[in-house]
């Protein structure tokens, strides 16, 4: 085979291309929860349901705990896990909870916590489900656990029950 | 026991493909034009392993025998026969067990059927499918096997994902895979042609019936895709641009540019190197939508069983072919000449080619743009249909017109054509562009050239059939039935996106809505118990006030037990100018139910085209068997 200039582009192509598919298949692990602890949350920028101003991690950096919750009123489960959230914010006030609604109406949301109760400090909106995406979130309800420095220690996937919330409790004090 | 008999069966595929290589190999250095009769038999040996090896794991599903993990996993004894049956494909495994029956099938086909060629190609094409068909075995064994088994045994299985259970979806798979399963036959015949110089019309004709099925069943595969996405998931679209459906568009577009080139070569004598590009391209593609599907690193509502590991393994592979057809195209490439005039049939074939490598990097472009963002800069986006909108649709219209001029010159030279007809039937159908547009309301300039040259291409279609049926010119007829499938495709799509009704709006039992013509009247609820699900079934009363004529649609919640999910099935009644459609979802804590209403003008049309593009290709086998 005589080496020309286009077969040396064909063949970088191709080892680009497969390259770039194995990069992918190694990277693809922003869905497991146990690689996303320890990471950093960079900067994020959301808006509050009620008022449109906006939340961005200064906001967060002055709390001990944050923890992220991402829920929508038509989420069911999201029901189940409201009690412990609620628990949380009147005992622990290390903790503070930014609610993230997800893919959701902003009467809907706000109707929703006005009937079950309001455990967030902040609520943001993300209508679209765009924002929730750097958060590895896939779907709801899912949880994110931080420290002042914005450091994941925890995820939980799916509702929040007793053993999570005490999990949370101890990784607070 | 089920398990040791399946895995037996699969050590003994590949045991007969080494053994059909073997014997190939010192079969090609005798001097003759007879294949010896010992690979004959080893081929039917291999065929039968197969199909023995596909059906003890369709028992295994029968009998809901969950000391197979496939079957645990994938199955459970409340099941209907019908998908438990459809559960041996509706799995990684499974398909992977399929796609081994196809390349087996098609490698025996091609061996019994093209016993007029060369015995050097045929033999080559044998061998190199041989090697693709070790390569899956492997994979299944090593990392996929449908017979790995479980001790204890469980008493029930987990069941299958209920959106898969759909008879749709039951036979899209195997459509699919017959398809682009069955694209590796001539992969492996581009290979051998290389290799055994075996070249030009006589290898046109080897691979053309070859290209032509798996081009039909790749077209029949995707088109009940569609349907299934438009019943089963709710959405009432019927293309989403979704990676995983244009997964399954790239390789036919190379299939589609590659059915027309071929003619090319077996009427031209020309356009070799092109016609073998497009052979590996078609099946290479067709391997790269596995891997992209089955890999994990594509996020799509499709995207089922998706596993890294897989994605090594399939990446590997893919890489050898590549590397493999690339080096041998490289080393045994020789200049052609080209000798095209403009006004002839094979320069319109080539400029069809050209629209379809552009439509096909589009798409291409547009799946693999996300992964590469992703990996290289961390960032995240997804292509959706603004983009292939705009990039695709605007070239339609040229494509179209190419497509209904193109037929009507003749091969090699047509000096003395006359387009005095055809700008006639171009008027025609500016005039009914016009009627739509006065009567049913008004819509861009982009929509009214596309309608132009939708109706333009059917009106043509039916003069030409006319002109081919008195002519008794039999051969023009697939040509025909499949263009006029597109023009009336492209014709339905358009009208589809114009004029569709959608409504979205929450109801409670005995409310009414207006909308537009329409009254939707919330009638009751109904809660039924079913063999594996629990449902709950609105009924609906639809008046068309204008017509004053009534409709009923009952849309279901379903509720799966095992595993537990919730579907939501449409109410749609289809009718010949349109259909209604109908979903409704729960609202938590409420009477009220969410309800989504469309009216989707010419849906049904949209599946009867894509199912003439087609019956355009089967039209062609039965000719070409009749001939025969």
């Keep these: 085979m005589k080496i020309s200039i286009f077969k040396i582009i064909i063949f970088s192509f191709v080892i680009f291309f497969l390259l770039v598919f194995w990069l992918g298949l190694k990277k693809n692990n922003n869905y497991d929860t146990n690689n996303i602890i320890g990471n950093k949350i960079s900067n994020f920028q959301l808006s509050s349901i009620y008022n449109n101003k906006s939340i961005s991690e200064e906001v967060l950096k002055k709390n001990k705990f944050t923890l992220i919750n991402f829920f929508a009123s038509w989420c069911a489960p999201c029901r189940t896990e409201h009690k412990y959230l609620l628990n949380l914010s009147n005992k622990n006030d290390d903790v503070k909870i930014l609610g993230i609604n997800f893919k959701d109406k902003k009467n809907n949301a706000i109707s929703f916590l006005n009937e079950l109760g309001n455990p967030y400090d902040f609520v943001a909106e993300d209508t679209e489900g765009k924002a929730s995406i750097f958060f590895g979130i896939y779907g709801i309800p899912e949880s994110v656990l931080v420290d002042s420095e914005l450091v994941i220690i925890k995820k939980i996937v799916g509702p929040i029950d007793l053993e999570q919330y005490e999990a949370i409790l101890q990784l607070t004090q | ?628």
């Design chain 2, 1 to 628: 026991m089920l398990s040791n008999i399946g895995e037996i069966l699969v050590f003994l595929i590949l045991a007969s493909s080494f053994l059909i290589i073997y014997n190939a190999y010192l079969d090609i250095k005798i001097r003759n034009q007879i294949v010896k009769k010992t690979i004959y038999n080893l081929s039917l040996f291999q065929i039968t392993f197969t199909i023995l090896s596909f059906f003890t794991l369709i028992i295994g599903f029968i009998h809901s025998d969950f000391s197979l993990i496939n079957v645990y996993e994938n199955s459970h004894t409340a099941k209907p026969l019908f998908y438990k049956i459809a559960g041996t494909w509706g799995n990684h495994e499974g398909s992977l067990l399929l796609w081994i029956n196809i390349l087996v099938l098609f490698s025996f086909l091609f061996l019994i059927f093209n016993f007029r060629h060369n015995k050097k190609f045929r033999l080559c094409t044998l061998i190199f499918q041989n090697i693709l068909i070790i390569g899956f075995v492997v994979f299944l064994l090593l990392n996929s096997n449908p017979f790995s088994s479980i001790y204890p045994v469980p008493l029930e299985g987990l069941g299958l994902n209920p959106i898969l259970q759909d008879p749709a979806l039951a036979i899209h798979p195997p459509l699919l895979y017959v398809g682009f399963v069955g694209c590796s036959i001539y992969f492996s015949a581009a290979m051998a042609s290389m290799f055994s110089e075996y070249k030009g019309k006589e290898f046109a004709l080897s691979i053309k019936s070859w290209v032509q099925i798996s081009w039909c069943f790749q077209t029949l595969g995707i088109t009940v895709g569609s349907i299934w996405a438009y019943y089963e998931l709710g959405w009432g679209g019927f293309w989403f641009w979704d990676p995983v459906e244009n997964a399954s568009l790239l390789p036919w577009f190379a299939i589609t540019a590659l059915m027309h080139s071929v003619m090319v070569l077996e009427k031209r004598n020309t356009l070799y190197a092109w016609v073998i590009i497009l052979c590996l391209l078609t099946f290479i593609l067709s391997v790269t939508g596995t891997f992209l599907v089955r890999s994990g690193i594509l996020n799509s509502v499709h995207t089922f069983a998706s596993d890294p590991s897989r994605g090594i393994y399939i990446l590997l592979f893919l890489g050898m072919m590549i590397f493999a057809s690339l080096i041998i195209f490289f080393n045994k490439h020789k200049k052609e000449s080209y000798n095209f005039n403009l006004k002839t049939r094979e320069t319109f074939i080539l400029v069809n080619n050209w629209f379809m490598a552009f439509f096909l990097v589009t798409v291409l472009v547009g799946t693999l743009y996300p992964i590469f963002l992703d990996v290289i800069t961390d960032v995240k986006i997804s292509v959706g249909p603004p983009f292939y909108n705009i990039v695709i649709i605007p070239l339609i219209v040229p494509f179209i017109i190419l497509m209904t001029v193109g037929p009507q010159f003749k091969w090699i030279n047509s000096q003395d054509i006359k387009f005095n007809k055809n700008i006639f039937v171009f008027f025609g159908a500016v005039i009914i562009n016009l009627f739509i547009y006065y009567f049913f309301g008004s819509y861009s300039i982009l929509t009214n050239l596309i309608f132009i040259v939708a109706i333009f291409l059917i009106l043509q279609c039916f003069l030409d059939a006319k002109k081919s049926f008195s002519k008794n010119k039999k051969f023009e007829y697939p040509r025909i039935i499949s263009h006029l499938g597109f023009g009336l495709l492209v014709l339905s799509i358009g009208i589809n996106h114009q004029y569709s009704l959608e409504v979205d709006f929450n109801l409670k039992v005995g409310e009414n809505k207006k909308v537009n013509n329409y009254e939707i009247f919330f009638e009751n609820i109904k809660i039924e118990q079913n063999k594996n699900y629990k449902s709950v079934i609105g009924n609906f009363k639809l008046t068309d006030l204008k017509k004053n004529s009534v409709q009923y649609l009952d849309p279901e919640i379903r509720v799966y037990s095992d595993p537990e999910t919730l579907t939501y099935e449409a109410a749609i009644k289809s009718r010949i100018t349109s259909d209604f459609y109908l979903t409704m979802s729960n609202v938590s804590r409420s009477e009220y139910y969410n309800i989504k209403f469309q009216n989707k003008p010419f849906m049904i049309w949209i599946w009867i085209s894509a199912f003439i593009i087609a019956s355009g290709g089967f039209v062609q086998l039965v000719l070409k068997k009749n001939e025969n």
